[in-house]
């Protein structure tokens, strides 16, 4: 198994930039493919990004593409998702998720999610 811990939400304005960080504990890191995911209130759980365990591949959504990046540093046992251009619609508590085999866009792809950080944007 493995443990997550998200961390680096918080207030910001629209605009602006966060830098949120996934530490892993448990299994090897690297065994895992990573996602983040984001819940709004009264709405369903959405697919961020993904990156494969090597960090060679990753996918986006598209209302987030080109404005986020997701990484990874498999040493560090530490995923990241670095999000600029803040919008408002980008609120919502942000999670992210550990898959043993392929990890999709998909949650029911990821076996591993953790607790999640509140990210606010005011407009």
């Known amino acids: 198994q493995v443990q997550l811990v998200e961390s680096g939400g918080g207030l910001v304005q629209a605009g602006g930039s966060l830098r949120l960080s996934c530490v892993a504990s448990?299994?090897?890191?690297?065994?895992?493919?990573m996602g983040w995911f984001r819940q709004a209130p009264g709405k369903e759980r959405e697919f961020v990004a993904r990156?494969?365990?090597?960090?060679?591949?990753?996918n986006y959504a598209d209302s987030v593409k080109g404005r986020f990046t997701i990484s990874r540093d498999n040493a560090k046992n530490t995923g990241y998702l670095q999000m600029n251009s803040l919008k408002p619609e980008d609120t919502a508590v942000y999670s992210c998720?550990?898959?043993?085999?392929?990890?999709?866009?998909?949650?029911?792809?990821?076996?591993?999610w953790g607790q999640g950080t509140q990210v606010t944007v005011s407009s």
């Open positions: 998720a550990a898959a043993p085999l392929y990890g999709s866009n998909t949650p029911g792809s990821y076996n591993y």
């Open positions: 448990g299994r090897t890191f690297s065994s895992y493919d």
């Open positions: 990156i494969s365990r090597s960090g060679i591949n990753t």
